[in-house]
């Protein structure tokens, strides 16, 4: 890769932002720039960096894809209100369904929601406003497993020698793309972001998408963003790297007052790693696994088992797709 990382311990907060808001404006110049807020720590951090650099010239969207946590545009748009960031939401959540359509094959998933995204939505929004920038959180491992080849990472466009100009009429400008999670964290408070943002555990570009297998419809995202919001709640104490649902394809044979009830599957994972590279299984005591799986068979409907998963990384990844 020709991207240098720029580790946490190599890395001076301030002296990052103020670079970074210098770079944006001079590649910005006296034009106006678009905004990809997430709700993430990485989209937060460059929402924050390019309101510092462009002030009024820079217009926030989040993109209500239908695949994020329960309420989260509204809460995030507000969030964002009272620092100072105006942030306009954007309903595209049938355009996105509609290209997820039918679609099982991971690849092929990320990369409906890769065109949906850059070229569908934004490139709309772009035509609108007149803008010729886009603004994104892409991180140093986005990059690094999508050109080992691990997981395509939706955000991952000029590395993969796509011409963002050419393909969407816009260029994408990255500022932490040299950052890993850690020192993207150092950045976010530095800037004054709230800890509930910067010290948020990750969430997958392609949101909830990233954690249905098989097809991704609106019933089976409300299953998974039910289960979510039960993960958080009950792990968010653990102050574990990252806690995640994911809802199985196939379905299991359970029962229900005494009778066959042929269900859904959710898994649970919860992590501990530093940066994502590599990752181990946080040893959740048992009464809390029995929590989880009474809550999410109990509030979830349709959901007949939960599994915990023990496995690494490597062999296995953070995320299940």
């Keep these: 890769m020709l991207i240098k990382e720029l580790t ?17 404006r001079a590649i910005v110049g006296s034009g106006s720039a678009i ?14 960096l390019a309101h510092r ?11 209500d894809n239908g695949l994020m946590r329960q309420d989260e545009p509204q809460r995030i748009a507000s969030l964002f209100k009272t620092l100072g960031v105006p942030v306009e939401i954007v309903d595209a959540r049938k355009q ?30 772009v035509k609108a406003s ?49 950052l890993r999670k850690p ?18 555990p990750p969430f997958p570009g392609p949101a909830l998408a990233a954690r249905v297998l098989g097809e991704v419809t609106p019933e089976r995202v409300e299953v998974v963003r039910k289960a979510t919001r039960i993960v958080e709640e009950e792990l968010q104490r653990t102050r574990a790297f990252q806690y995640l649902a994911i809802l199985h394809e196939d379905k299991v044979t359970g029962m229900r007052g005494g009778r066959r009830d042929y269900g859904l599957q959710v ?21 809390v696994l029995e929590r989880l799986a009474d809550r999410i068979t109990t ?11 023990i496995t690494k990384k490597p062999p296995s990844t953070i995320e299940a797709v």
């Design 183 to 200: 020192a993207i964290r150092a950045v976010a408070h530095a800037l004054g972001l709230p800890e509930e943002i910067y010290a948020r």
């Design 96 to 125: 996105f369904f509609d290209a997820l359509k039918g679609l099982i094959d991971p690849e092929a998933k990320r990369e409906a929601i890769t065109q949906t995204f850059y070229k569908a939505v934004f490139g709309r929004l």
């Design 267 to 287: 898994e649970v994972r919860c992590w501990e790693s530093e940066d994502a590279q590599t990752g181990s299984p946080t040893r959740l005591p048992y009464e």
């Design 53 to 63: 650099a462009l002030g009024e010239r820079l217009k926030t969207y989040f993109i």
């Design 299 to 309: 509030e979830v409907p349709g959901v007949v088992s939960v599994t915990y998963n």
């Design 8 to 24: 946490r311990e190599e890395l001076q907060p301030e002296k990052f932002i103020a670079e970074k808001i210098q770079e944006i």
């Design 130 to 178: 007149g803008a010729k920038y886009l603004l994104q959180g892409t991180n140093y491992t986005d990059v690094e497993e999508t050109v080992a080849g691990i997981k395509r990472q939706h955000n991952i466009l000029e590395q993969l020698g796509i011409d963002t100009l050419q393909a969407f009429g816009y260029t994408v400008i990255e500022p932490l793309i040299q």
């Design 35 to 48: 905004n990809a807020l997430s709700g993430g720590v990485d989209s937060s951090t460059v929402t924050m």
